[in-house]
């Protein structure tokens, strides 16, 4: 496959996956997502963890946005924390298809007695 499809691919896989997370946390507890509770706490580090690594893109975006309409960052910090969330939705695709890749080649080397 070209190298250009493969990222494409990724950040495809990636922007999904941020949408689908961050679209399930939003449903469930009723509040914007952002970096503030309920999503990120100090006191559930590990739930926190979770939450920012597969959302993280989407509450970057929400966070910037508002801020801009708020008038505290100017277009350049827009524009860096877009850079940001475009990158880290391709880095949560490449993570997600190379644990997909792991996951389907060890199928095969389960036995089953039957």
Not at 36 to 56: D, K, M, N
């Amino acid at each position: 496959m070209d190298p250009i499809v493969l990222v494409l691919y990724a950040f495809a896989v990636g922007v999904t996956a941020c949408g689908l997370a961050g679209s399930a946390m939003e449903l469930l507890s009723g509040r914007r997502l952002a970096f503030a509770e309920p999503y990120v706490s100090p006191v559930h580090i590990l739930r926190s963890l979770a939450a920012t690594a597969c959302a993280g893109p989407f509450m970057l975006a929400n966070e910037a946005l508002a801020a801009r309409r708020e008038g505290r960052i100017g277009t350049m910090a827009l524009l860096s924390c877009g850079c940001t969330a475009i990158a880290w939705a391709l880095a949560l695709g490449v993570v997600l298809i190379a644990i997909a890749s792991w996951a389907t080649a060890n199928l095969g080397s389960f036995e089953f007695a039957g």
